[in-house]
């Protein structure tokens, strides 16, 4: 066994790695932890946040940095500290917009290595797991996996503060972030903050008005790729997220999640203030205005402001028919008018 170890440790210095992968002609220096990036399995679970590793030395770094509790790695722009320098320089470039890794055959770039890895790999691999319940495929099984969660009611991911429950680690991860109320991404246009790095990249192309996402069939673009899935189906007629209690169907797990709740009457957006629960996001938000007394949608003509965007958009419209009737030329004069010029 010391003998295999020794073998193994001599080939760092040596630069020799005799065995092929099969599967992308590769020669890795582990060649069993390499066959799981091409199955997608992540034998290493960490069991205080649900995070998984193919690599059993990625996981024992994971475990020693991130739940120690030690961070001295700090990040001289926003004070946010790290339990590895690595962490750090990812998280430096929130701030500074630099995407050094770049994929060779589409331009894309990234912030992360990992990323462009599992980018990179995209290209060259075939979908070969395919969801027996949508048709929809995917190059890994660990991804079909997380997909079939979404047919199911299974959330295997449970905030221990509030009890919702999520399909994946991440966002269980994301969440508990809204309970520390902790926003360490701001964005360098308009300051808004937010709670993951993910949220920010998305928000950011707001700004650039770069929508890099482009329906095929009609040169539509969006922001979020979901977006684009959805849209396509617009076109494909396909609805293949159906309600099991009266078999209507969606385009968007979304949407069905959210039509679910008129069955459940579930409210899961509740007031801090008052307790009053909502259905959608958006409408707490607009509920939430009733108390702060904010009119973030001001009308550009005379500088009323509004609670809601439909209230503007009614006022933007009454004030543009005044407008039309007072500074026509052409408009005839009323009745009366005329019968007073008679006598």
């Known amino acids: 066994m010391y003998q295999s170890y020794l073998t193994r440790h001599v080939r760092t210095h040596t630069g020799e790695r005799p065995y092929e992968c ?28 649900g995070k998984a590793f193919s690599c059993p030395k990625y996981f024992r770094r994971h475990v020693r940095t991130m739940h120690s509790g030690v961070k001295p790695y700090e990040c001289k722009e926003c004070g946010k500290a ?8 990812e998280h430096v470039r929130t701030h500074t917009g630099e995407r050094p890794f770049e994929c060779p055959q589409c331009g894309k770039a990234f912030t992360r290595h990992s990323s462009l890895q599992g980018h990179v790999r ?8 395919e969801c027996a319940q949508c048709g929809k495929a995917f ?32 966002n269980l991860r994301a969440h508990l972030k809204t309970h520390t109320e902790e926003r360490p991404y701001e964005c360098p246009h ?9 949220s920010l990249q998305v928000h950011v192309r707001k700004h650039s008005g770069v929508k890099p996402y482009e329906c095929k069939e009609c040169g539509k673009a969006f922001w ?11 076109h494909t007629g396909e609805r293949p997220y159906e309600c099991k209690e009266c078999g209507k169907a969606y385009r968007c797990p979304a949407n ?18 008052c307790g009053k629960a909502f259905r959608y996001p958006a409408n707490l938000r607009a509920h939430v205005r009733t108390h702060t007394g904010e009119r973030p949608y001001e009308c550009q003509q005379c500088g009323k402001a509004f ?20 500074s026509s030329p052409s408009a005839p004069p009323p009745p009366h008018a005329l019968s007073l010029s008679l006598k």
């Open 256 to 273: 069905l999640r959210v039509h679910v709740r008129t069955h459940t009457g579930e409210r899961p957006y509740e007031c801090q203030q």
């Open 190 to 198: 308009c300051g808004k903050a937010f709670s993951c790095h993910s």
């Open 307 to 326: 609670r809601y965007p439909t209230n503007l958009r009614l006022g933007s419209t009454a004030s543009t028919e005044s407008l039309k009737i007072t």
């Open 224 to 234: 979020y790729p979901v977006n684009l899935r959805a849209h396509v189906r617009t």
């Open 82 to 89: 790290y339990s590895s320098s690595t962490s750090l320089q």
């Open 139 to 170: 190059r890994w099984s660990s991804s079909l996996q997380k997909h079939v969660r979404t047919h199911s009611e299974e959330k295997p991911y449970e905030c221990q503060q509030c009890g919702k429950a999520f399909w994946y680690p991440a």
């Open 22 to 49: 099969v599967e992308c002609g590769k020669y890795p220096a582990s060649l069993q932890g390499h066959m799981m990036t091409h199955t997608g399995e992540r034998p290493y679970l960490c069991q205080q946040c």
């Open 122 to 129: 995209a290209h060259s691999l075939e979908k070969r797991y």
